[in-house]
């Protein structure tokens, strides 16, 4: 049986793992028979194998990177079919590909990337001078939907010199080149790179586009620092975690939800994000929380960190309803509905993959009995890998920012404590429908994240054309488009567990 150590808060698988042997859970605390490996994220890096003469095998991975300096600029040249469309609600591979180019400068401002049509290389104009001059100078090219013969054949014949090349959706010919090297079945670490990179590429989204070219950065070019996370730290880690939290991990093997969530989890693909929460959600119990407050929380095993994002930079709603916006406003603009209906907002759509998609999500913020106290409970539905649908809830703990209409949440997770920074950036009169905006990192798991949700009081899309344009421009202050967004589906919603704790307070400024 292979656990996995995850992060529930965003549903991101983590590694290290540990290999327990099917009767280890009861022989963990004296046997000869228990065996241990531990084993690093092995997605972009090559293996190192480390024996430990005491029935204790550590299988840990180090970034294969070409240059360890964080500073030095990248440059990516990336070519797109002419006319070519994407997955993605059909927006041509062109406006994909350049938005992935500055979500990458939210990473690192070094990353360069320039998008060209392969009609480029038929030209002979300046634009073809100018594809030229980035060719010469590109660390890596990026192929998209390129299938045209006579530019597959020009590629083949004048990108010998360039050390990295993948290719998504193009030419067979056009084959990948990593590290300077053809990649063949042969080449067991860089298949690593391109089967993680390609089970990325298919979830077709634009956080796993952007992600798919940092692997490849992290791997051949230079380290990515948001990417320092996926090295293993090896036999500490696994020190820890026996010298800390071994009656956690006894509880969790013998209790049967947790040894499943624990399975369940090591078949998801470590950045297959809805796979792991579907596995925590279906076999959520009090002994996976405590496996994950042990190791990951408490006691920081893994060795991790994280900050929150501090891009994109959102700036928040200014006025409402013709007045400055003050925090006793923003806190009602949050409450929304809640009074009039059981709900403040319904999750009408969101932008991030990990949780946004989910059906039946309702919001619920409310002021707490304490004086000054505000809470965030969300509610939303799994469908469990038994086929079942359950009802899930979380409740952060809300503090206001400086900036009226910004706010710092805070919620222990199964286990993990996430920190997100949320803000309010557009509400309609009318209350009709709001945009917010936040960004998070669970530091023990060493996870950051973004994303932004979309609400309105009934979970539909306002149907004037006004909100349409309105929306499209508050999208546009958070650096996300409209074809980014998952649509929630809220078409059986029934049973929902709402209500809200005694002594709660609603709205102070907003009448509903």
């Not at 990325?200 to 051949?220: H, K, M, P, Q």
């Not at 993959?353 to 707490?368: S, T």
């Not at 509610?379 to 809300?398: A, E, I, K, M, S």
């Amino acid at each position: 049986m292979e656990t996995a150590i995850y992060n529930p808060s965003r549903f991101r698988l983590l590694q290290p793992t540990l290999h327990f042997s099917s009767r280890s859970a009861i022989d963990m605390q004296s046997s000869s028979r228990s065996s241990f490996s531990l084993r690093g994220w092995a997605h972009a890096q090559p293996l190192v194998r480390v024996l430990v003469p005491v029935r204790t095998r550590v299988k840990c991975v180090v970034v294969r990177g070409e240059s360890t300096d964080l500073t030095r600029p990248v440059s990516i040249l990336t070519v797109v079919g002419e006319g070519s469309s994407s997955p993605l609600k059909n927006t041509p591979w062109e406006e994909v590909m350049q938005h992935t180019a500055n979500r990458l400068k939210w990473v690192d401002e070094g990353f360069e990337m320039h998008v060209f049509t392969d009609k480029s290389i038929e030209s002979q104009g300046k634009n073809h001078e100018n594809f030229r001059n980035q060719l010469s100078q590109c660390d890596m090219l990026v192929n998209v939907a390129v299938q045209n013969k006579d530019s597959v054949d020009w590629l083949l014949n004048n990108c010998k010199n360039v050390p990295n090349i993948i290719s998504f959706e193009s030419s067979p010919f056009l084959v990948h080149k990593l590290g300077g090297q053809i990649i063949s079945n042969g080449k067991r670490n860089s298949s690593e790179v391109v089967k993680t990179v390609a089970e990325a590429w298919e979830r077709y989204n634009s956080d796993d586009i952007r992600f798919c070219i940092l692997v490849l950065i992290n791997s051949y070019i230079r380290p990515v620092s948001i990417l320092k996370n996926l090295r293993a730290k090896g036999l500490s880690t696994l020190t820890c975690m026996v010298k800390n939290c071994g009656p956690q991990i006894l509880n969790c093997l013998l209790d049967s939800n947790c040894r499943k969530a624990l399975q369940c989890l090591n078949s998801c693909s470590p950045v297959d994000q809805v796979c792991n929460y579907r596995c925590i959600a279906s076999y959520e119990s009090p002994n996976l929380e405590a496996f994950s407050l042990c190791v990951l929380q408490k006691h920081n095993c893994l060795e991790l960190d994280a900050e929150i994002p501090t891009k994109p930079i959102v700036p928040p709603l200014l006025t409402f309803r013709g007045q400055s916006l003050s925090h006793e406003t923003a806190e009602d603009l949050f409450i929304g509905w809640l009074g009039d209906l059981e709900w403040s907002w319904r999750v009408i759509a969101g932008q991030n993959p990990a949780y946004d998609q989910f059906p039946c999500q309702y919001q619920l913020f409310y002021r707490g009995k304490a004086q000054g106290s505000f809470w965030y409970e969300p509610v939303f539905q799994v469908r469990t890998l038994d086929g079942n649908l359950v009802w899930r809830r979380r409740r952060y703990r809300v503090k206001r920012s400086v900036i009226p209409g910004t706010f710092y949440f805070t919620v222990l997770d199964n286990g993990v404590v996430s920190k997100e920074f949320w803000t309010i950036v557009d509400v309609a009169d009318d209350l009709s429908w709001g945009l917010f905006h936040y960004s998070g990192a669970a530091r023990a798991a060493g996870q950051s994240y973004t994303g932004s949700v979309l609400v309105s009081p009934d979970g539909r899309y306002p149907g004037t054309a006004g909100a349409e344009k309105r929306i499209e421009t508050a999208l546009e202050k958070c650096g996300i488009k409209n074809w980014e967004l998952y649509n929630v589906d809220n078409c059986s919603c029934e049973g929902v567990p709402l209500g809200l704790p005694e002594g709660s307070r609603l709205h102070a400024t907003i009448a509903v």
